[in-house]
């Protein structure tokens, strides 16, 4: 063989080793990659207005979000997951603000930053009517804290 | 027919221990005791010197692979079955809970001696030439055993695994760009569930723990390579000039040849003297003297640090429980949530900025800590010749003992500083 066939051989070699290399690599990487979540899903229902009360909000454990109801202003659903590390935060009524546990960051009543390391403010989802007058919240649907719905 | 004797020999084919041959053959002829030398020098068995640290996170992580695969036989990485299995284990499998508690405390034990090994091989310097990389292969069985230790910690699957995992998790999805992916990889999810169960348990019991394997094997063949333990430092001399070394020095034109300055740590195996190379005088008559034979001398040792390691370990699990809380609540976070203690010092850090904390400061370290072979050249390893380096890592160590400290014992609900002897009641 001569040695310039071996070489561009060596080099073809090379190129297909490492093209299979990184071909697999990527298999893996797609395969480790869940094709479908098995997670509550990101759209939901959370009952009738009527079950909610004016005043503080309701706290829905499964969903981790908040429900705000106001005489004025209508409804708003605010995320319960601290923008920290994912600790769930709680709302307290006497100081109106979100207080985290974990490592104590305070969020304001719209959601903002007051104290803490959390590094974003609360988020706040979309909430529309269902056709059968249900509340549906929207999760995928991020809105800006002064959204709100009126019933 | 074949006499017992013949069948006995049949099995062990050394000579007997009696001989030096004998001796030798224990080390050479088997396969476990193979990687030893059929001589070691005393001064290597100086407790100060090692302080039999490398063997007893060795020992620590072979409890562990025997009491896992115990726990194997009662357990099922599936949510909330899992914390059911944990109860089972506690109080209705006979040995359950002891098995559990010294999985526990031998996983806490190896953190704990992988670090100060990890502190030994730096403060004698032994990760200098021709360590340097069997150091790099040390800071990634650091890696290793942290890994194991965090993929185990949710498997009990209650509020304290839950929230140490989902804290520690979105640490890590704090990396630039590549954090958001990383974690979704990990948890196979976009929060803790259940394949995140699954999912840590693999890692946990398969792909971790063979990794480890591998590497050690590699870790101590290369310490064998390597010339056995370096010196200790007690008897290094102030540097000297390398030997000169001469060939047919009764030859008239006498020709010296280029001077390779021999390291006294290593002696040199037949193949690396045979061809043009100069030939190294390592082994003086004296220190010669100074060698023993692996067996009895060493094994004796290593077989008191293997059984003091295993009674000690026993000795705490029969005394402290591994603790178990209420069923995981992804609802409720408890106050404070806390990660697991060794990355408390990364939470410390995450509790004023999170990029800081989770993602620079801990690649700063893991590359640091695998570029001190390279960043170090001053070769003497005498502690009085490396002031500075020594003052360094100290300080490493010191920020990483305090922070954690601060983190276990000094932090409150809504990670408030409460000195560990206030009770803070009412806390939820
Ligand atoms: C699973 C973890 C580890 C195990 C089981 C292990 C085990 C050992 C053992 C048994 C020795 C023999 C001497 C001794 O007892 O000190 C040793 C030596 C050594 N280890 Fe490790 N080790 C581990 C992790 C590490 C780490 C984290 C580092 C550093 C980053 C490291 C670097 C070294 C070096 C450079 C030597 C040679 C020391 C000398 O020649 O004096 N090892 N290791
Ligand atoms: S998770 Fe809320 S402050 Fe850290």
Redesign the pocket.
Known sequence: MKRRSFTSWGTAGLVALCSAVGVSLGAVVRFLTPSVFYEPPQSFKIGNPADFSFGPPTFLAEEKIFVFRDREKGFAVASAV?T????T?GYFQDDQRFH?P????VFAADGAVEH???PRPLVWFEVTAARDGQLKVDKDHVVPATYRLMV | MTSLRDVWRSIVRRDPLSTDKGKSELVFLNLWLHIHPAKVKRENFKLKHTFYLGFITFYLFLILVTTGVALMFYYRPDAPQSYQDMKDLQFVVYLGSFLRNMHRWSAHGMVICVFLHMCRVFYTGSYKPPRQFNWVIGVFLFLLTLGLSFTGYLLPWDQLAFWAIT?GSNIGGYAPVVGARLKELLLGGHAVGESALLRFYVLHVAVLPSIVILLTMVHFWRVRKDGGLSRPVWKLKPAAAGPLVRIGASAPAEVALRVMPASQDKTYGLMEVVTGKPIFETVTAEEEEDTVFSYPYAFFREAIALMATVTSVMAVSLFWQAPLEELANPAKTPNPAKAPWYFLGLQELV?HSALLGGVVVPALAVIGLLAIPYLDTNPSRRPADRKWAIRAFTLFVVVNVVLIIIGTLFRGPG?ALVPPWVHVTGAE
Do not use: M, Q
């Open positions: 601290c920290h590390l994912g600790c935060v985290c974990c490592h104590g960051s803490g390391p959390a | 804290v509790s990670w």
